[in-house]
């Protein structure tokens, strides 16, 4: 869409959309990434 | 590590840059895309990596996780001006990083040995989608701070999700092994499906 388009600069911000993993299974997720990081 | 610093996401868009006055154009659009999907479920099976730095969650591709990212990537383009959705411009590979790219390669081998045999399974009720922001500043992990995870998925069962839930650290765009830039990402919004 035109009417959005701009100069974008060093300033702007970064962002990102992601679907954020339930909590319960999240965790067991981290327990992986734990496991890795020992 | 640099993984522990992000809650477990699987990554719709990459990171883009944009001026901070369309943020609220940003949430109002994806507020909507929202509406347009019920909460449906993401399976998760075994492991993967990208040789030779990232292991992940192997995600299983749906049609409807795809048309999600389908329908949010066109729509950050014609409707936002946000381009590069994927990496590389390669097709959509959803996955779940557990490991990221300041593994050392010799970690990497010795880890990825273990986690290829490992089996492993989970389902995802994906029931929203969050935009999250960089906060603008860049440093060393020299001295990474605590992970904010627990605190973060803690918060994230309350509901209604509240707006300015909570800030985490997200690692981004490394430059090496043992120095890279890390930004701090704060979830702008959480937006339930359907």
């Known amino acids: 869409m035109a009417g959005m388009t701009t100069n974008r600069t060093k300033t702007d911000p970064l962002y990102f959309i992601a679907i954020v993993i339930d909590k319960n299974l999240g965790d067991e997720i981290n327990d992986f990434k734990h496991l890795i990081s020992k | ?194």
């Open chain 2, 1 to 194: 590590m640099a993984a522990l610093r992000s809650p477990p996401h699987n990554t719709l868009h990459m990171p883009f840059a944009k001026p901070e006055k369309f943020e609220g154009k940003m949430k109002e659009k994806l507020s909507e895309f929202c509406q347009n999907f019920d909460p449906f479920e993401i399976e998760m099976k075994d492991f993967g990596c990208f040789k030779s730095r990232v292991i992940f969650v192997n995600v299983v591709v749906n049609e409807i996780l795809q048309k999600l990212q389908n329908t949010l990537t066109n729509l950050a383009r014609t409707e936002l001006g946000i381009f590069y959705a994927d990496f590389k411009g390669l097709p959509f590979h959803p996955h779940v990083t557990i490991a990221f790219w300041d593994l050392s390669k010799a970690n990497f081998s010795k880890a990825w040995k273990h986690f290829q045999n490992v089996a492993f399974h989970g389902i995802d009720p994906c029931i929203s989608i969050a935009l999250l922001k960089h906060n603008g500043k860049v440093g060393t992990l020299t001295h990474p701070s605590p992970s904010a995870n627990k605190v973060l998925i803690s918060d994230f069962e309350g509901k209604p999700y509240p707006k300015y839930l909570f800030e985490l650290n997200f690692v981004f765009l490394p430059d090496d092994n043992i120095i890279f830039n890390y930004v701090k990402f704060y979830v702008l919004i959480i937006n339930k499906l359907g």
